[in-house]
């Protein structure tokens, strides 16, 4: 759970999921951690690009396609 809260950390995920939940988040932290975006605006960029509300991209909550769809969008950013 997050702290003092009652919001959990992510979904159980087999193997797949695991793997493309950490390919997807590395080039979504080089994005932010180059400057071209802080952190919440990553976060609210990549929201409105999953179609998803402010709030709900968390990582540890994306399926296999959300997943890819992050990674492609975080990659596209990083070579704009």
């Known amino acids: 759970m997050h702290p003092f ?3 959990p950390l992510g979904t159980l995920a087999g193997p797949e999921l695991r793997k493309a939940r950490k390919e997807c988040k590395a080039p979504f932290e080089a994005l932010w951690k180059s400057g071209k975006l802080t952190r919440d605006q990553a976060y609210t960029e990549l929201a409105a690009a999953l179609g998803l509300k402010e709030g709900e991209a968390h ?16 990659i596209s950013r990083i070579l704009a």
Do not use: L, N, Y
């Not at 990582?59 to 769809?69: A, E, I, L, S, T």
């Open 5 to 7: 809260t009652a919001i």
């Open 59 to 74: 990582f540890g909550w994306f399926d296999v396609d959300q997943c890819r769809r992050a990674q492609d969008w975080a």
